[in-house]
């Protein structure tokens, strides 16, 4: 992506599995009237196959790829609340994307909620909660990559707890941090 390409600044939500990246999103969408981008959606869609089988068959590598080339799509539109996946900022390029094109939002809960979580949203979700993780999405190995992934997560302007609140209070912080930006004024 060029300097400025991008028409309005997106709101990029950023963080590990289970800390309500998706749903808070869409009401943040709702609350903002913007258009919503849940990557791991456009992953599979485009693929043609769920994450799981991506990972099985073509490797993170290429996972890692396809969710770099969305983002950067994501990024030259502008003006959406987009869902990263939790690797996303793990890579260094995505970062400089991001904080070139928008507001980063890192959303964040303890270990125990996450995996709380993840294992009460399996049976409606159908499939592995997350090739790096499982199906039980241990709370050892979520530690593991919280810490593994702090540094990547640090660049998210705003942080916002939401282990004890519900997604309606996560969107309202949300667009709350967005409007106390500097970005809301270049997004008229």
């Given at each position: 992506m060029t300097e400025?390409?991008?028409?309005?600044?997106?709101?990029?939500?950023?963080?590990?599995?289970?800390?309500?990246?998706?749903?808070?999103g869409r009401r943040v969408a709702e609350l903002l009237g913007w258009p919503f981008v849940e990557m791991d959606g456009v992953i599979e869609d485009r693929a043609g196959k769920p994450i799981p089988r991506i990972f099985e068959e073509n490797?993170?590598?290429?996972?890692?790829d396809l969710e770099s080339q969305i983002l950067e799509e994501a990024?030259?539109?502008?003006?959406?609340?987009?869902?990263?996946g939790g690797g996303v900022p793990i890579r260094e390029n995505n970062r400089s994307i991001m904080e070139a094109s928008g507001l980063i939002v890192r959303l964040a809960a303890s270990p125990e909620?996450?995996?709380?979580?993840?294992?009460?949203?399996?049976?409606?979700?159908?499939?592995?909660?997350?090739?790096?993780?499982?199906?039980?999405?241990?709370?050892?190995?979520l530690r593991i990559m919280l810490a593994e992934r702090e540094d990547a997560y640090s660049v998210a302007s705003v942080t916002v707890d939401t282990e004890h609140k519900s997604h309606d209070e996560v969107a309202e912080a949300i667009s709350g941090a967005w409007l106390a930006s500097g970005f809301a004024e270049s997004n008229v």
């Open positions: 400025s390409t991008a028409s309005k600044p997106n709101i990029y939500l950023i963080g590990l599995s289970g800390t309500g990246k998706t749903r808070s490797g993170e590598d290429y996972f890692r990024a030259e539109r502008g003006g959406r609340i987009v869902s990263t909620v996450i995996h709380q979580r993840l294992v009460s949203s399996a049976p409606q979700r159908g499939r592995t909660l997350r090739p790096l993780l499982g199906d039980d999405a241990p709370i050892e190995k």
